[in-house]
Structure formats: C-alpha cells, structure tokens
C-alpha cells in the first residue's frame, strides 16, 4: 500500500477486468479467476469452487447486463478480486452489473433440481456470499449497480496477515479507491490518526484499522491491510445497504 508501485492482492490491492457482455462473459470470468488463484498458489479444489462459483454469478449479470431492445447500453459486467483478512483469511470474489434494482433471487430448488440452483451451488462451496448495492470500478465516470459477492479460504499463513501500514498511508490510499469509484470526501490529520470525512459518514483511520460508525449504536473497524474490503463496505452502506443480503 505504498506510494510508488501499486498495490498487490497481499498489500490491499485489487485485481479488475471488464467482462463481454455476452456469452463469453462466464467463460472469461472462470478463466480470469482460475490464472488469478493459480498464481496465489492455491489448491486445485479450491480453484474449481471459484470456477463454479463465478460461473453462476458471470451468468446473473450477463442477464442483467443485456439491454432491452431499444433501452441505451447498460455498463458491461465487471470481475473484481480481493483478499480479506477477517473474519478470516479469504479471497473475495464480485462480479458487478449496472442492474441495481434487480437483485439476485435464490432459488427454492434444491442442488439436484434443474431450475434455481445457481446461487445454491454458490452458498455451497464458499465460504460466505452476498450482494449489494456498488458502483464500477472500470467505468469512466463511474456509474452505480450492484456486487453478487463470495469469498473462498485462504491459507492459514496467508502473508497479508503480517503486512503493517502505517495509517496516513493507508487514509490517502482509501481516499483514491473510493474516489475511483465516485465517492470523494477530504482527508485531515496526519501521523497516527486521520479523518476520512465523505458525504454522510467519518472513518477514522487508527494504527491498525479503518472505523466508522454507520449508526450510533454500531462501530465497525477493519484492518488497515482490508483497503478494498472497507471501501466496498462504505460504498455499500452509503448507497443503501438495506437492499443487499447480511453478510459478515
């Protein structure tokens, strides 16, 4: 999370491609997310759960990312990768449409039906899955949509446990992520404290962790190394979080 080169997974950075918005758009997602986890040196059996995995999710936002006929072009599907240190060590996984008022929709069926599995097979080899409202990562200007979201198991050691940032660093980084995704506010204080302060919500950035207060009776900190975790989050709550699925 340094100032001159930028960051990797293991320093808080995030991996993000546009997807076809086409039949090619699942494909590409599996083969993206599988070289992203071959290089992390993951297990094959845990490729495969994320091959499945984005494969059902790249196909809900190929739905949603096809205009009606006559309907102005909707922003193409976007993959984005990120790693997590709590509440454990995990590999996030999104795949982001235009389509935000139409929300994923499990299906009753069970995993040996034919029709409504798709988010089923998802619950059933992550760790934890969700979605909310989000806004593109790749798009210029930014445009607002919504995240189907899993996470997959790191490893125990998974070196970004052990990375230290020091807080003005990590307050200026969050600055330009959530900047990059239409959201500015004005950075104050240097040293061991500063202020994030952004339309509506103040994240204190402390030795250690990101916090914020999304209500009075609710704190929520995040390790520093968690840059791209917190910023989806605040995107999450300040653009209605009433409309996406609980999730750890």
């Not at 990375?163 to 900047?179: E, S």
Request: glycine fraction near 10%; aromatic fraction near 4%; include cysteine.
């Amino acid at each position: 999370m340094g100032h001159d080169q930028p960051p990797t997974l293991v320093t808080g950075g995030a991996h993000a491609w546009r997807l076809p918005p086409d039949e090619r758009g699942p494909a590409m997602a599996r083969s993206l997310l599988a070289q992203a986890m071959a290089a992390l040196g993951l297990d094959q059996e845990v490729i495969e759960d994320g091959r499945l995995a984005v494969s059902e999710i790249a196909t809900n936002a190929l739905r949603h990312a096809r205009p009606a006929p006559g309907a102005a072009p909707v922003v193409p599907p976007e993959l984005w990768v990120w790693a997590r240190t709590v509440p454990a060590p995990q590999l996030v996984v999104s795949v982001f449409d235009g389509a935000r008022s139409l929300p994923p929709r499990p299906g009753r069926g069970g995993l040996l039906e034919e029709s409504g599995k798709g988010l089923a097979l998802v619950a059933e080899v992550a760790a934890d899955w969700g979605y909310g409202p989000s806004r593109s990562l790749l798009a210029d200007p930014p445009v607002p949509g919504k995240a189907v979201w899993f996470a997959l198991p790191l490893p125990p050691d998974w070196p970004g446990r052990t990375v230290t940032v020091h807080p003005d660093a990590a307050a200026r980084c969050l600055m330009r992520v959530l900047a990059r995704r239409g959201l500015h506010g004005r950075h104050s204080g240097t040293g061991a404290l500063s202020v994030l302060e952004l339309p509506g919500l103040n994240v204190w950035v402390l030795p250690g962790c990101f916090s914020w207060q999304p209500r009075p009776d609710r704190l929520i900190r995040h390790p520093l190394i968690d840059l791209q975790e917190t910023a989806e989050r605040i995107i999450r709550h300040l653009d209605g979080s009433s409309s996406s699925m609980p999730a750890s």
